[in-house]
């Protein structure tokens, strides 16, 4: 019970300082895990649970993300959502190809480090956007819909993965694999058809408030536990749940009642993500990790940004939203434990990505209000 006082009130100091910087919570979260981990002070021992609590955190994550978002928005926008990620992908791999044919990488582990740094982190962006009232903007609505594809390109690099990973790939799993995805696409498109949609059981429940909250949390594990029997993300059933209520007559006000939870819980994933990170193997591989993070910074902002200006948009605002792209995303931690039980990548592998993505995530705020002042400084120059 101490270190769990102990912890709350961590992270409470952490979150207070950190606001007063405008950060995100995410990354005292972060900071967190990596102080009280068992790489840094140990003083939480029983990982198992943290870990548990941090996978409902993922889940209920992608629940309320996918609550805010409009499948209309979604559809209207899919040129940005479709061809940006998947040139973004394409352009990743084609980076760390040549390093890996330098050290003679097999191509099962260029196309996961391709994946793993493909994809940018859905909390933190959001929550910067969030907070700087930035979400309906053009360039918040763009970068919205390309973090949602890159959430659901999640689920087939999985795929891939594992198809790549095993000598003896299973048939009949990829086959049911590619069959739940199908159908979850196949609900997000009803969903968008029929823009409002009754619950089966409102007669049933009536105007009860508290049941339907237990409704919709059966529906969201539902068919969470749904995608994982297939083979899929249980965050991707989670995230079909979260749009299924979002566009459900009955329960557009269970957002705000379940917001609690979904604090509590993502906390714990990214102090759970914090616990992974080893100090000692920063310390002993600064310079590498050092290098690499700034390759990833910097590649990611000029690669979304030229590939969103070749979309159509200016200039500035495709700079922007390639700095909002620029971190790794928590997503890339799935792909990166994928990797080693799959044996693509070894532990120093695992260690090295794990390093190279938390990292990113504590440094991507402060480039991305740097580059955010560059362009407000710049803009404000051409005014005068």
């Given at each position: 019970m101490l270190y769990l006082v102990g912890s709350a009130l961590a992270v409470l100091v952490l979150g207070l300082l950190l606001r007063s910087i405008r950060q995100p919570y995410v990354i005292g979260y972060l900071i967190a895990g990596i102080l009280f981990g068992p790489h840094?002070?140990?003083?939480?021992?029983?990982?198992?649970?943290?870990?548990?609590?941090?996978?409902?955190?993922?889940?209920?994550?992608?629940?309320f993300i996918g609550m805010e978002v409009s499948p209309q928005k979604l559809i209207n926008n899919w040129q940005v959502a479709v061809f940006g990620t998947l040139l973004q992908i394409i352009i990743s791999i084609g980076c760390v190809w040549p390093l890996?044919?330098?050290?003679?990488?097999?191509i099962e582990r260029i196309v996961l480090i391709g994946f793993v740094i493909s994809l940018s982190s859905t909390a933190v962006v959001l929550k910067l956007l969030q907070d700087w009232k930035e979400i309906d903007s053009k360039v918040g609505q763009n970068v919205l819909v390309i973090l949602?594809?890159?959430?659901?390109?999640?689920?087939?690099?999985?795929?891939?993965l594992s198809m790549m990973?095993?000598?003896?790939?299973?048939?009949?799993?990829?086959?049911?694999?590619?069959?739940?995805?199908?159908?979850?696409a196949l609900t997000i498109g009803y969903i968008a058809v029929k823009e409002t949609i009754h619950l089966p059981l409102r007669k049933l429940l009536g105007g009860d408030q508290e049941m339907y909250v237990f409704a919709a949390l059966c529906i969201c594990l539902g068919l969470s536990l749904l995608t994982g029997l297939l083979g899929l993300s249980t965050a991707l059933g989670a995230f079909v749940a979260g749009m299924l209520i979002g566009a459900t007559e009955e329960t557009h006000w269970?957002?705000?009642?379940?917001?609690?939870?979904r604090i509590v819980f993502v906390a714990l994933f990214f102090v759970?993500?914090?616990?992974?990170?080893?100090?000692?193997?920063?310390?002993?591989?600064?310079?590498?990790?050092?290098?690499?993070?700034?390759?990833?910074?910097?590649?990611n902002t000029f690669i979304n940004g030229v590939i969103l200006r070749m979309l159509g948009?200016?200039?500035?605002?495709?700079?922007?939203?390639?700095?909002?792209?620029?971190?790794?995303?928590?997503?890339?931690?799935?792909?990166?434990?994928v990797g080693i039980q799959a044996h693509i990548i070894t532990s120093y592998g695992y260690q090295m990505t794990v390093a190279?993505?938390?990292?990113?995530?504590?440094?991507?705020?402060p480039w991305i209000m740097f580059i955010k002042f560059i362009l407000k400084h710049e803009t404000s120059k051409q005014l005068r």
């Open positions: 840094g002070f140990a003083l939480i021992k029983d990982k198992a649970i943290i870990d548990q609590l941090g996978a409902v955190g993922v889940v209920l994550l992608l629940f890996g044919l330098y050290f003679d990488w097999p949602l594809a890159q959430d659901l390109a999640v689920i087939l690099m999985m795929i891939v990973g095993s000598d003896t790939a299973e048939s009949g799993n990829i086959w049911l694999q590619l069959i739940g995805a199908a159908a979850m269970v957002h705000d009642s379940l917001e609690s939870f759970s993500i914090g616990m992974l990170v080893d100090i000692n193997f920063i310390m002993v591989h600064w310079l590498q990790i050092g290098v690499l993070v700034l390759l990833v910074i910097t590649t948009i200016s200039w500035r605002e495709s700079l922007y939203a390639g700095t909002l792209l620029s971190q790794i995303g928590e997503f890339s931690f799935v792909l990166a434990a190279v993505i938390s990292i990113s995530l504590l440094i991507s705020p």
